[in-house]
């Protein structure tokens, strides 16, 4: 059993950089791999970004490919995403996620209760 808590989100201009922060307690926080999903209004939830429990594995959406970067601090039991270039189509709500590993997609079992980001043309 793994508790998420997201902090970081926020009303940024287009352009702007934004960084996320999940917090996790339970397990050693290595064991999982880690996801941010994010939902826009009326659009179904979609995997953004997911990283390795050591994080030599990474993915990315192509919609945040070159944008977003995925990484995490296993002594801090912290996982970020710093999201730079920020379209008003990055505007949703972003959630942390853990599974086990290896793999990265597939389902998450853990889930954070979100954090809203919006970005202004």
């Known amino acids: 059993q793994v508790h998420l808590v997201e902090s970081g989100g926020g009303l940024v201009q287009a352009g702007g950089s934004l960084r996320l922060s999940c917090a996790a307690s339970?397990?050693?926080?290595?064991?999982?791999?880690m996801g941010w999903f994010r939902q826009a209004p009326g659009k179904e939830r979609a995997l953004a970004a997911a990283?390795?429990?050591?994080?030599?594995?990474?993915y990315y959406a192509d919609s945040v490919k070159g944008r977003f970067t995925i990484s995490r601090d296993n002594a801090k039991n912290t996982l970020y995403l710093q999201m730079n270039s920020l379209k008003p189509e990055d505007t949703a709500v972003y959630y942390c996620?853990?599974?086990?590993?290896?793999?990265?997609?597939?389902?998450?079992?853990?889930w954070g209760q979100g954090t809203q980001v919006t970005v202004s043309s």
């Open positions: 339970g397990r050693p926080f290595r064991t999982y791999v």
């Open positions: 990283i390795s429990g050591i994080g030599g594995s990474t």
């Open positions: 996620a853990a599974k086990g590993g290896p793999s990265l997609g597939g389902r998450y079992d853990y």
